[in-house]
């Protein structure tokens, strides 16, 4: 957004939009990037210009048609009774019979309210998206903190095996096995380096910012556990989802428009005023209203005589009913469907978590800790020691892979659910996802 010359640049630094980009630079939270996004998305911003548009369409179509207004002008008059008739004017209003307008604006709310529920979706997406790219970042950056705490333990422990093959003491094949497991952790932090790079690119075309504008550390935490059993978000699916609702008010339209139809096929009127201008007669003994204008009033009205088309607009309205109600069941059956396979994600990213922050990664820690005692002693080798380091290493990365799975599950969940799924707000409801 621009500021006007006027505004000075203290002010401009107050300006929501500033603050929130030099809150970017410094630590990532997550409700700041959605909060930058919900301003600046291309998406969102079409989607609402969408529904702005679909509410004039509203306004428009729900009114009368426009009044016509028709004039004739004769090269040569028209020779009446009063006189020569010199031209004519007529204005009409077609009036559709009553209720047929109202229950036009019927069908009509139907398209607003679908419209409101896209930006809705469009909105989801984004926030899906961003938070996607958030905690991917998360982990590359706890990845890359993982890396640099074992590449220096290792190069601690290869100093060591270097001294001790001087000394006779460890085989070169330790030595060599050591430079390559830490040749391997140094390629492991350059391409996570590289990684956060394209990711941070990522997040900044989601920000509508450069691909290159600084972004600063994430910081995340792994999200609460779910409070809701798998059947509860199936019902608050129903409730929130987007699609869903969506599909819901198709079969609302098609069910209001079966009833437009039905009202289209009884007649419309047409009211009018007619005027016509008339000249003084050039014949002798005129009548005493010779040279008066001529005003009339006209009525018309449409005849619906041809059943056949007035039936087929009715079946038609019919077919259209049917269709959206199987495209709700449809939409309906794929959003369990795919709730489903979220929260097997969901249960089995958990399970990992605990795998191997109570089981697996305390062990290899224990187990690495011996081994480097025993061989700082002399009573254990080298390449036990690089062995079980690379076996905690690896358990490391695969914990904070399970932690960013899990965090990325539970965004696609609650996105699905339409609701936050790691609190409750009411019995068998939650407060709907943004």
């Known amino acids: 957004m621009f500021c006007h010359n006027s505004i000075s640049v203290a002010e401009s630094a107050e300006h929501p939009m500033v603050q929130l980009a030099a809150e970017l630079s410094g630590t990532v939270q997550l409700p700041d990037l959605l909060e930058y996004a919900y301003l600046t998305s291309p998406a969102i911003t079409a989607s609402k210009k969408s529904w702005e548009s679909f509410i004039e369409t509203y306004r428009i179509e729900k009114s009368l048609p426009d009044p016509q207004l028709a004039a004739i002008y004769f090269p040569r008059p028209i020779e009446t009774r009063l006189g020569p008739q010199d031209w004519s004017l007529t204005l009409s209003q077609v009036i559709p019979f009553p209720g047929t307008l109202s229950q036009k604006a019927r069908v009509l709310e139907a398209d607003v309210t679908i419209s409101r529920l896209k930006v809705d979706k469009a909105v989801k997406t984004i926030v899906t998206e961003v938070s996607l790219a958030f905690y991917e970042l998360v982990y590359i950056q706890k990845a890359m903190a993982v890396a640099q705490a074992n590449l220096d333990l290792n190069q601690q422990m290869l100093q060591i095996s270097e001294n001790a093959y001087a000394e006779d003491k460890a085989l070169f094949y330790d030595v060599s096995k050591a430079r390559a497991q830490t040749a391997q952790i140094q390629y492991d932090m350059?391409?996570?380096?590289?990684?956060?790079?394209?990711?941070?690119?990522?997040?900044?075309?989601?920000?509508?910012?450069?691909?290159?504008?600084?972004?600063?550390?994430?910081?995340?935490?792994?999200?609460?556990?779910?409070?809701?059993?798998?059947d509860e978000v199936y019902e608050l699916a129903m409730l929130h989802q987007e699609d869903i609702l969506m599909a819901q008010e198709q079969v609302h339209k098609s069910e209001q428009a079966i009833q437009l139809t039905r009202l289209e096929t009884l007649p419309s009127f047409k009211l009018g005023l007619f005027y016509a201008g008339i000249g003084d007669p050039d014949g002798p003994n005129p009548p005493p209203d010779a040279g008066d204008d001529a005003v009339g009033v006209q009525f018309g009205m449409n005849i619906p005589l041809w059943s056949g088309k007035n039936k087929s607009r009715t079946a038609q309205a019919l077919a259209e009913k049917q269709k959206a109600q199987a495209?709700?069941?449809?939409?309906?059956?794929?959003?369990?469907?795919?709730?489903?396979?979220?929260?097997?994600?969901?249960?089995?990213?958990?399970?990992?978590?605990?795998?191997?922050?109570?089981?697996?990664?305390p062990q290899a820690v224990s187990s690495l800790q011996t081994a480097e005692t025993w061989f700082k002693q002399g009573q254990g080798s080298f390449a036990d020691f690089l062995e079980i380091q690379a076996t905690a290493?690896?358990?490391?990365?695969?914990?904070?892979?399970?932690?960013?799975?899990?965090?990325?599950?539970?965004?696609?969940?609650?996105?699905?659910?339409?609701?936050v799924l790691d609190a409750k707000t009411g019995q068998n409801t939650g407060e709907k996802k943004p």
Do not use: C, M
């Open 190 to 230: 350059l391409l996570l380096k590289e990684l956060g790079k394209t990711q941070k690119t990522t997040l900044n075309t989601l920000l509508n910012r450069p691909p290159t504008a600084p972004l600063g550390h994430a910081a995340g935490t792994l999200p609460r556990k779910v409070v809701y059993s798998l």
């Open 393 to 419: 290493y690896n358990f490391q990365l695969s914990l904070e892979r399970a932690k960013a799975d899990y965090a990325k599950t539970l965004v696609l969940l609650e996105q699905a659910a339409g609701a």
């Open 327 to 361: 495209q709700k069941t449809e939409a309906a059956n794929r959003v369990k469907a795919g709730i489903s396979r979220l929260w097997f994600k969901l249960e089995n990213a958990e399970r990992l978590i605990t795998l191997y922050e109570k089981d697996l990664l």
